[in-house]
């Protein structure tokens, strides 16, 4: 295989798809990306064997082959050449050589029948939507997914299509975020998949926010996301998802308006103190003022009053201080409005005026 190629055609793809390898991979193969040359157009392939990204470019002078390259070397040396310059690829017996100007390199590879292939996916379904929707619904909740926990079905993120209804939910069992989608199409489709948590993070990363459609195509087992020159796939979590729409509360009696911006800083502020584990703040609401309180193990105390639009019973909870700023940073709107159906129910954060995301906390005893 023999390829001509200026730096960068070959270095931006590259760079979008080597962030599903892992640097602590124990199969050597994996650790490479997957280069099959044809008809003038390359296809650049890397895996985790849980994830699969592929990027394609035509119009590229090439003799027809394929190799696997070691991706971060190869990464690497591109990085390093000066922009614009041209880059011969050369393979012989397992062994590339790389030219550039007065630079020339010499990497080890690995057959292209070791690699993994996944290439008898079957898709029954298939929803468009634009790019911008699926990363805002996606962007909006994706900070509530559990890291490694036991419930491994929390370690991800639901999609749930039904109908005219897009709906994204993550929940770590402390919070839960729920973001939602009007389809442009009805559909009569009903169906939930939970996507794991690395492959919400690559797929953020490829999403470009502008208007343009994005294909996904589900099945059983996959989500295979089409992304122009990209295509994303990865499994699915096998597992039931908690009903969300059991845990997020309606519109509570005790209803807090707040400044959004300010509310932030004050819990920020606040936060300063509070202790590194539990991270709990004392909310005490009266009319037209919530107090913030923090105190920690070494006798220490943090205090803060917010002004806000509240009337009714004065009343003291709880929260962790750390999701309630994450729920208040990925709102839009100036206002917020922060709801109780009790005293010490959970807390449901939302826009002021919109409907489009809700956000709920758990309350805690300090």
Do not use: W
């Amino acid at each position: 295989m023999k390829l001509v190629i200026q730096r960068e055609q070959l270095m931006k793809p590259l760079q979008a798809i080597i962030g599903v390898i892992d640097r602590t991979q124990t199969l050597p193969i994996l650790a490479n990306v997957k280069c099959v040359a044809s008809d003038d157009e390359i296809t650049l392939t890397t895996t985790d064997l849980e994830i699969e990204l592929t990027c394609s470019f035509p119009h590229i002078p090439v003799e027809q082959g394929s190799i696997t390259f070691p991706a971060r070397k190869l990464f690497d040396i591109l990085k390093a050449l000066p922009e614009g310059i041209e880059v011969q690829i050369e393979v012989d017996n397992l062994r590339a050589i790389i030219t550039a100007g007065r630079s020339r390199f010499t990497l080890s590879c690995l057959p292209v029948d070791e690699y993994p292939v996944s290439d008898h996916l079957e898709f029954e379904k298939t929803l468009t939507l634009p790019k911008n929707e699926l990363r805002r619904l996606i962007e909006k909740v994706a900070f509530s997914m559990a890291v490694s926990d036991v419930r491994y079905f929390l370690n991800g993120l639901l999609l749930d299509v039904n109908g005219t209804e897009l709906n994204a939910v993550a929940t770590d069992g402390h919070r839960l975020s729920v973001s939602y989608l009007q389809l442009p199409e009805s559909s009569e489709m009903q169906k939930q998949l939970i996507i794991p948590r690395k492959g919400v993070e690559e797929l953020l990363k490829l999403i470009e926010n502008e208007s343009a459609p994005v294909h996904l195509e589900l099945s059983e087992n996959h989500l295979r996301v089409e992304l122009g020159s990209i295509v994303f796939t990865t499994k699915l979590i096998d597992g039931k998802f908690p009903d969300y729409k059991r845990v997020v509360p309606p519109l509570g009696d005790k209803i807090i308006v707040a400044d959004r911006v300010g509310l932030i800083e004050a819990l920020n502020r606040a936060s300063v103190l509070s202790q590194d584990k539990f991270r709990g703040i004392r909310f005490t609401v009266s009319d037209y003022l919530l107090k913030l309180q923090v105190n920690n193990p070494e006798q220490e105390q943090a205090e803060e009053e917010v002004e806000v639009n509240y009337q009714g019973e004065t009343f003291t909870t709880a929260f962790n201080v750390g999701y309630l700023i994450d729920a208040l940073k990925v709102l839009d709107d100036d206002m917020v409005r922060l709801s109780f159906t009790a005293i010490n129910s959970s807390c449901l954060i939302q826009n002021s005026d919109s409907d489009g995301v809700s956000y709920v906390v758990m309350p805690m005893r300090l």
